[in-house]
């Protein structure tokens, strides 16, 4: 037994042995096998690589081929699109009923909608073909009276490319009058068998139509907000402003608005109107017909109701100021919108001034120009004394003003009418766009177009 013990030991020895080599070797044997695999990839990536590259090669040399073998394009594109009389139909309902503002693509003309249907029209004339054209006028002018309805969005967007197709067919109309900025090319690519003059009435009556309903959607957005013109509130300025949207008070679960909300209400529809590409002076003049609505709204709240009556809200009403600085913001100072604000501006001024001897009631006669006689003696009678140290206006007083004012009008109405519209103009605006460098994006859907 003593013997064999010392023999174990050796063999276990050895085992140990030979099983560290056989583990030294497959360690070895491990190592040479990653290094051949991370070899065996590398080879594999870089004939992806390869293979990728010829696959791209082939991709471009059969484009170029297809380019070869394809119809040229004409050298002198006219700048007309033809459709077949089939797809007439197809091209409204793409181009004009189902196009949102919001769908437009981001580096799209804001009024491509617009040379699309004048590119339309002229190849109608081109080939001489007058049932396509008043077929084609008419599904336009039918398809875009169901468009606009009451969205603000669609009426800012409609009432542009209307007004843009307008000035396509004066420009276009072969008059010196219209054509007299053209370039060459564009004098020549005149229509050439048609007169569309009363077409052109028909789109301009249509744009009319369109502005009012654009102009009335604009109102009731605003009118709820309104009476903000008569509450206070302390701001910093138009630039340092936050516009908050609303600002709600708890007042018998009534929404209280402020003069942000108006401004803000304003400075959303001017910029949906610079994005869809109105006219400027088409701008201005909605500008004008809104404050006008905000001034005239404003000044009926006040006769109407006996509590804005007094000192203290005449100073309120001077939240004017920041409609001033809007304007101002918006580069419209120079355009004396300001003046649609001239009667509820001699309000505030009148609700703060002494009105008690006969130089005041000359003051009031020579500076009260906007306002007539029965809305002073309304907001006279209708005065109302915050503190201790007024008085009532005394009825001696008011008589002393209307005798003053006797001859300035007659017939004159308490409330102002504030839905009037100052008429609209669409002046003619010369457009530098060349017709035959226009594209239509794939995103309209008008693959059937051919470009001529």
């Known amino acids: 037994c003593c013997q064999v013990i010392p023999e174990l030991k050796v063999q276990i020895s050895e085992l140990q042995r030979q099983k560290h080599e056989c583990e030294v070797l497959v360690e070895e044997q491990r190592k040479e096998l990653e290094l051949f695999l991370k070899d065996f990839e590398e080879q594999l990536d870089q004939k992806e690589r390869v293979i ?66 004048f590119m339309c029209i002229r190849h109608a004339d081109y080939m001489n073909n007058e049932d396509k054209l008043r077929s084609f006028m008419n599904a336009t002018i039918s398809a875009v009276k169901k468009t606009h309805q009451n969205d603000l969005a ?6 542009s490319n209307m007004y843009q197709l307008l000035n396509c067919l004066k420009q276009y ?92 209400r304003l400075s959303h529809f001017h910029s ?34 006996k509590d804005m009556c007094s000192c203290r809200k005449g100073m309120q009403i001077c939240n004017i100021s920041y409609l ?52 002073i003696v309304k907001i006279l009678n209708s005065y109302t004394p915050v503190d201790l140290f007024e008085k009532r206006v005394a009825s001696s007083f008011v008589r002393k003003v209307q005798s003053l004012r006797q001859d300035h009008d007659s017939a004159a109405q308490l409330m102002m009418d504030a839905h009037y519209r100052f008429p609209v103009t669409f002046p003619f605006c010369v457009s530098s766009q060349a017709l035959e460098l226009l594209q239509v994006p794939s995103s309209l859907h008008l693959e059937f177009l051919t470009m001529i």
């Open 52 to 117: 990728k590259q010829l696959e791209n090669q082939m991709i471009s040399l059969e484009t170029a081929q297809k380019q070869k073998t394809s119809s040229p394009v004409p050298k002198h594109y006219l700048g007309m699109l033809e459709y077949n009389l089939e797809d007439e139909s197809r091209l409204i309902q793409n181009l004009i009923l189902d196009l949102k503002p919001k769908g437009v693509a981001v580096n799209m003309i804001p009024v491509l909608p617009a040379y699309i249907l």
């Open 154 to 159: 669609l009426l800012s967007f409609w009432l």
């Open 173 to 264: 109309s072969g008059e010196v009058e219209f054509s007299k900025h053209s370039t060459a090319r564009q004098v020549n690519n005149c229509l050439q068998n048609f007169d569309l003059s009363d077409h052109q009435q028909v789109v301009s009556d249509l744009a009319i139509c369109i502005y009012h309903q654009f102009i009335a959607a604009m109102e009731r957005a605003l009118t709820p907000a309104i009476p903000g013109m008569l509450e206070h509130e302390s701001l910093q300025g138009i630039s340092s402003m936050k516009l908050r949207g609303f600002l709600k008070r708890s007042r018998k679960d009534m929404e209280t608005y402020t003069i942000s909300f108006i401004i803000q």
């Open 272 to 305: 949906n109107m610079t994005q869809h590409g109105t006219e400027p002076h088409l701008i201005k003049q909605v500008v004008k017909q809104l404050l006008f609505h905000i001034g005239a709204t404003t000044l009926n709240n006040l006769l109407l109701r």
């Open 324 to 375: 001033e600085e809007w304007l101002q913001e918006k580069d419209f100072q120079s355009c004396h919108f300001i003046d649609t604000l001239k009667p509820l501006i001699e309000a505030a001024w009148l609700l703060q001034v002494s009105k008690s001897t006969d130089d005041d009631a000359k003051a009031i006669t020579e500076k009260c120009t906007e306002l007539n006689t029965v809305q």
